[in-house]
């Protein structure tokens, strides 16, 4: 083959090359997807529906793990577990933490707790508030830009218009919100809304904290602290168990609403649950 061809025919397929990406949680497939475009193929560790608490990946995702040039973290619990695996597998791979400057919260416990009863946790769910998701798409789209530099400005122009949709949601939440006095709480099973309450002046009561289910004892704390609270729903995700929330609801006959913060459609979700909480 021609010299000239033959590098002309490399530079074609190294300009449509895609970049292997990574992501942990079904939520990072949209940020990722946004900034990447049609320029990044994207693979899921933990698959819709399971909890990043207890995931383990099959043998296909990890031959997913082999090719890939970068991973993105966002520091849920599955990666304590698996990120030195998967760097011992393919040690080629960068790994990208996308919570850098990110300040993160304590994990939220409920009054029936004893302090001692669980350890101090940092909570994880940072992308359920706006301005953290900003922080996140930008330590995204610096990882695109250093490791494919030849297509720096489709990222930035991307990049660009995912942070506008973002101040949009942002903005459309504090108009639910405009209501809701500052400090309106709201019961959760899981509690995974703290930066979402924090953003917006609302406080979250969660029933479980860390996977465990309440004692007797403490439900019955649960459903007074409700009532005085006149909580008019409890918020649950379909990655965990629901029989104390719906204990708690029947006792109040209050409404039990499904609620996942790891649904794909980020901005829709935060929406839905400001509605629910303004109503």
């Known amino acids: 083959m021609n010299r000239v061809v033959f590098?002309?025919?490399?530079?074609?397929?190294?300009?449509?090359?895609?970049?292997?990406?990574?992501?942990s949680i079904l939520p990072q497939v949209s940020f990722v997807k946004a900034i990447g475009?049609?320029?990044?193929?994207?693979?899921?560790?933990?698959?819709?529906?399971?909890?990043p608490h207890s995931y383990e990946p099959k043998p296909s995702q990890m031959k997913e793990i082999s090719k890939a040039k970068l991973y993105f973290a966002i520091g849920v619990e599955f990666e304590n577990v698996w990120l030195e695996r998967f760097k011992a597998q393919n040690s080629s791979m960068k790994v990208i933490d996308t919570t850098v400057n990110v300040t993160k919260l304590a994990m939220k416990k409920h009054e029936g707790y004893d302090h001692h009863d669980t350890k101090e946790g940092l909570d994880p769910h940072i992308w359920t508030a706006p301005n953290n998701l900003k922080i996140v798409a930008q330590?995204?789209?610096?990882?695109?830009?250093?490791?494919?530099?030849?297509?720096?400005?489709?990222?930035?122009?991307?990049?660009?218009?995912?942070?506008?949709?973002?101040?949009?949601?942002?903005?459309?939440?504090?108009?639910?919100?405009?209501?809701t006095p500052k400090g309106a709480k709201f019961m959760v099973f899981h509690p995974a809304w703290g930066y979402f309450a924090k953003q917006y002046g609302l406080i979250q009561l969660p029933i479980e904290v860390e996977g465990k289910e309440p004692k007797p004892k403490t439900v019955a704390k649960l459903i007074n602290k409700a009532k005085q609270e006149?909580?008019?729903?409890?918020?649950?995700?379909?990655e965990f168990s629901d029989t104390t929330a719906k204990t708690i609801a029947d006792e109040l006959g209050?409404?039990?609403?499904?609620?996942?913060p790891l649904n794909p459609k980020w901005g829709e979700n935060l929406i839905n649950l400001a509605k629910a909480?303004?109503?």
């Open 37 to 51: 475009g049609d320029k990044v193929n994207i693979a899921l560790m933990v698959e819709p529906g399971n909890s």
């Open 277 to 279: 909480i303004a109503n």
């Open 230 to 238: 006149k909580i008019r729903a409890i918020f649950t995700a379909p």
């Open 139 to 179: 330590n995204i789209y610096e990882a695109f830009k250093s490791s494919d530099q030849a297509n720096e400005a489709y990222y930035k122009a991307n990049f660009d218009k995912f942070i506008a949709h973002i101040d949009q949601v942002d903005q459309e939440i504090k108009t639910i919100l405009k209501d």
């Open 7 to 23: 590098v002309f025919l490399m530079m074609i397929t190294l300009g449509y090359a895609k970049v292997d990406a990574v992501v």
């Open 254 to 260: 209050i409404s039990v609403i499904k609620v996942s």
